[in-house]
C-alpha cells in the first residue's frame, strides 16, 4: 500500500535538532544577557527611588512579606545559609538540567520551550533598561533589610558584593532587581515539570521550585514580592510572543535550504531520467492483467510431456492437421 501523507505536510520542513548548534545558541544568549546586565547599569539614585517607590506601592497594598522573611532568614542559620545556596547556585544548574532533559527526551517540544525561555530572558533585560532598581539588600539600613548572603558569605563560593563567585561581584549588574528572572526561570522549569514530567513527585517539584525559589529571593533581601510578580508577567509575555518568534524563525529557516534544495533535486531529478526505464517494473498488459492464472503457478520444466502427449514437427509456413494421425485411435486418453 503506498505511503500519503497528510495534506500539506510533506512541504513542511523536518530539521533535526543537533546539540552542538543548540549549545552555541543558548551559550550566546545567555552571554547576551549577562552582557546586558553588566553594560546597562543605570544612575543608583534613580535606582535607589525606584525601590523605595515599590516598597510604598507593597506597604499600600498589604504586600509587606519582604521584612518578616528577611528576619527569619537573618535569625536563623540553618534557614538562612541553605536559602543562599539555592539562591546563588540552583537557577544556574536546574535550568541548564531540564533543558537538557527536554532535549534528550521531549525533542518535539524543546524548540517551543527553548524560544519560550530565550524569548522572556530578553523581554527581562528590556526590564532591566527601562526600570534599574535597587534591591531591598542595599538599601540604606534604616529599612530593615539585611544582606543574607553576606552574612553568611564565610559559608559560600559567593562574596560579600552578590551572589557572584569572591572578587567577581563588580562585574555584575545589582539594580537589576526587576523583574525577578530567578523566578520567571523557576516558573519556566516548574510549568516544564508539571507538563512533562509524567510522575506525581515531577509535579511536586514543578509546584515546590517556583514557590520556594519566590520565597528564598524574599528573605534573601534580593528581590521584593512585585519583582517576583513582574518575573511571572515577564515569562507570561514571552509564552504569547513564542508562536510569533516561532514563526519567524520557520520563515527564516526556510529560506536558507531552499538555495541549496534547488540544486540538489534538479540532480536528483537528471538521476532519474539518466537511469531509464529500465530501473521501472513494466507495467501488465491490460488483456493479462484480467486473465485467470490456469496453472495456479506451476510450471513444467523444458522438454516435459504430459502422458499420451506427442510431437508435432511441422514444416516451415505449414498449418497444422485439423484431423490428427491418430484420430483412429478410439482408446480415450485417460482423465487429467
Not at 59 to 83: C, S, V
Not at 228 to 234: E, K, L, M, S
Not at 317 to 330: N, Q
Amino acid at each position: 500500500m503506498p505511503h500519503t501523507e497528510a495534506p500539506g505536510t510533506e512541504a513542511t520542513p523536518r530539521t533535526r535538532l543537533r546539540w552542538w548548534t543548540e549549545l552555541p545558541l543558548i551559550l550566546l544568549v545567555y552571554a547576551c544577557y549577562s552582557a546586558g546586565r553588566l553594560l546597562v547599569r543605570g544612575d543608583v539614585s534613580d535606582a535607589v527611588d525606584h525601590g523605595l517607590a515599590i516598597l510604598d506601592i507593597e506597604k499600600a497594598l498589604f504586600l509587606n512579606a519582604e521584612h518578616p522573611l528577611n528576619r527569619l532568614f537573618t535569625r536563623e542559620p540553618w534557614i538562612g545559609i541553605p536559602a543562599d545556596f539555592w539562591y546563588a547556585s540552583l537557577h544556574y544548574l536546574v535550568t541548564p538540567v531540564i533543558l537538557i532533559w527536554l532535549f534528550r527526551s521531549r525533542t518535539v517540544r524543546y524548540r517551543a520551550a527553548r524560544t519560550w525561555l530565550m524569548t522572556s530572558t530578553f523581554i527581562g533585560l528590556i526590564g532591566f533598561t527601562l526600570l534599574p532598581t535597587c534591591p531591598p539588600r542595599l538599601l540604606d539600613a534604616s529599612h530593615g533589610f539585611v544582606d543574607t548572603m553576606a552574612q553568611y558569605s564565610s559559608y559560600g563560593w559567593w562574596g560579600g558584593e552578590a551572589s557572584a563567585p569572591r572578587g567577581l561581584g563588580g562585574m555584575t549588574n545589582q539594580y537589576a532587581a526587576m523583574p525577578s528572572l530567578h523566578v520567571g526561570w523557576s516558573l519556566w522549569c516548574g510549568v516544564m515539570l508539571w507538563r512533562h514530567g509524567g510522575t506525581r513527585a515531577a509535579k511536586v517539584a514543578g509546584v515546590v521550585y517556583p514557590l520556594v525559589t519566590t520565597i528564598v529571593v524574599m528573605g534573601t533581601a534580593n528581590h521584593y514580592f512585585l519583582d517576583a510578580v513582574a518575573g511571572a508577567a515577564v515569562m507570561g509575555a514571552g509564552l504569547l510572543l513564542t508562536p510569533f518568534v516561532l514563526r519567524a524563525s520557520n520563515r527564516a529557516r526556510a529560506l536558507l535550504p531552499a538555495r541549496f534544495t534547488t540544486g540538489t533535486a534538479a540532480e536528483a531529478s537528471g538521476a532519474e531520467r539518466a537511469a531509464g526505464p529500465a530501473d521501472t517494473p513494466a507495467a501488465p498488459a491490460s488483456g493479462a492483467a484480467h486473465s485467470p492464472i490456469v496453472s495456479g503457478g506451476c510450471q513444467t520444466s523444458a522438454g516435459e510431456r504430459f502422458p499420451r502427449q506427442r510431437e508435432q514437427r511441422l514444416e516451415a509456413g505449414a498449418e497444422p492437421d485439423p484431423s490428427p494421425s491418430d484420430a483412429g485411435d478410439e482408446t480415450p486418453a485417460p482423465a487429467r
